[in-house]
C-alpha cells in the first residue's frame, strides 16, 4: 500500500529541530537515530545526504531510495566487513560537516557505520532508525510493520 507523501518544501523544515528530535546513539559515538519518516523529510528537501549501506545484492534484489548514494558497510552474503568503507565514503561524502543519514536492512548496519563514521570525524551522522525492511516479525519476515518501505516512503527496484 502506497500512502500519498505531503509536499515537503525546504523553507518550512526546520531541519534542525528535526535533527534535535533524534533518539540518542546506541551504541554511542554517532549523533543519533532518526525514524524513517523524519529522515525521508530531511533527505528530500535537501538537509541531508542519504547512504545506504547494504550490499549492491540488496539494492538490486529488495530496492533502494532514489537519489541515495550507496557504500557498503560489508560485502556478499557473508556480510564480509568492507574494509575500504572509510575511503569510499569520503569520496562519496567529503564534507565532514555534512548532515548524514545512513540506511540498512534494520538499522543495524548502519548503526555501525556510523559509529565508524562518527570515530573519523563526521560529527552529524544519523542511523535511519528501522532500516528499509525493519526488524522480522512474528512469522520471520521483513516489512510488515517497521522500516522504509512499510512507512510509504519512496523507493524503487532494479
Known sequence: MTRALPELSAALIDAEAVLASARPAEPAGYAGGLPP????????????????V?????????GHVPGSIHVPWATGTTQTRNPRFLREFEKR?????????????????SAAAAGALAAAGYARVFNV???FEGERDELGRRGGGSGWRHHGLPWEQD
Open 37 to 52: 519518516v523524519d529522515a525521508w523529510t530531511l533527505f528530500a528537501t535537501g538537509h541531508a545526504v542519504l547512504v545506504d
Open 54 to 62: 547494504r550490499t549492491v545484492e540488496e539494492l538490486a534484489y529488495v
Open 93 to 109: 561524502v567529503p564534507g565532514k560537516d555534512a548532515v548524514v543519514l545512513l540506511l540498512c536492512r534494520s538499522g543495524k548496519r
Open 129 to 131: 532508525l528501522e532500516g
